[in-house]
């Protein structure tokens, strides 16, 4: 009865985390470029009582195992990278991917860091900047004198400027892309950072080398289906009550067996 408790309690420590994860995807419903993530498990270890193909008591072999189980234990957050809806904003800074890609972002320490958030400001330099000030890769200045700034799917950066009538060009903005992006660490401020998981950086400019395309004008929302969210939430409540059920049941059995002597 004891090993019950504890591999229930395992199937509730697993099911409290799923909903904890749950919980994030749905806070961040509203978050540009946020990714949802999923929690995946693994059985742990298994207490082999007899092994398949060993030989019986009368000389044949057994045809399946005996062994018991000791629960569950979670091993990954895989997060999806699957595309959010496309919003309109209307306004020249905000850029979204239409495919793979993440902005590169220079950090405060002078690192690389990586992001779906299009949500671009100008500094007081005139810098192209995130909405935490971190300067956007390669980095591109806007003229004092601009009066529009226009951005193609291909990420060449235009402005008009004061008493000229043709664009002049100012910067080209490169995407990057990995082969493993579930391998990228979320330190939180929309940005992601390369890990040994991810490999090398593919970088480029948009519409190149796999990479997708500028929209301007538009901001990708988080992927997070709330619905979808919902049901899981649901299931992983049902699964935590069914655990504390064998919990229940199995201090049940012990009061019966200590009650014996009486």
């Known amino acids: 009865m004891i090993k019950a408790m504890r591999t229930a309690a395992t199937g509730m420590i697993g099911q409290q985390m799923n909903v904890d994860n749950i919980a994030n995807n749905l806070a961040n419903v509203n978050t540009t470029g ?33 062994s018991i189980g000791y629960g569950t234990k979670p091993v990954a957050t895989n997060r999806q990278f699957t595309e959010g809806d496309l919003t309109p904003t209307g306004n020249p800074l905000d850029l979204a991917i239409a495919g793979d890609g993440f902005f590169q972002v220079e950090y405060p320490d002078g690192s690389t860091v990586y992001t779906r958030d299009g949500a671009l400001k100008i500094s007081a330099d005139g810098r192209i900047v995130t909405s935490e000030g971190y300067p956007i890769l390669p ?22 400027q004061f008493g000229s009538d043709t664009p002049t060009d100012i910067g080209q903005i490169e995407l990057a892309r990995f082969i493993n992006p579930a391998g990228l660490s979320a330190i939180g401020r929309n ?6 998981a991810t490999g090398d950086p593919i970088t480029d400019v948009p519409a190149q080398n796999g990479l997708g395309e500028i929209n301007q004008g538009y901001l990708e929302m988080s992927n997070v289906k ?23 049941t199995a201090d049940d059995m012990a009061q019966i067996a200590n009650n014996l002597k009486r």
């Open 226 to 248: 709330v619905v979808d969210e919902m049901v899981n939430m649901i299931i992983a409540q049902r699964a935590y009550e069914m655990n504390s059920k064998a919990i229940q």
């Open 191 to 196: 940005l992601l950072v390369q890990t040994a």
């Open 139 to 160: 980095e591109i200045t806007i003229p004092q004198d601009a009066t529009s700034v226009s951005v193609g799917t291909d990420g060449s950066v235009q402005v008009m």
């Open 34 to 66: 946020f990714k949802k993530s999923r929690v995946e498990f693994q059985d742990v270890l298994y207490q082999n009582l007899r092994k398949a193909g060993s030989a019986s008591a009368v000389g044949s072999q057994v045809p399946a195992e005996l």
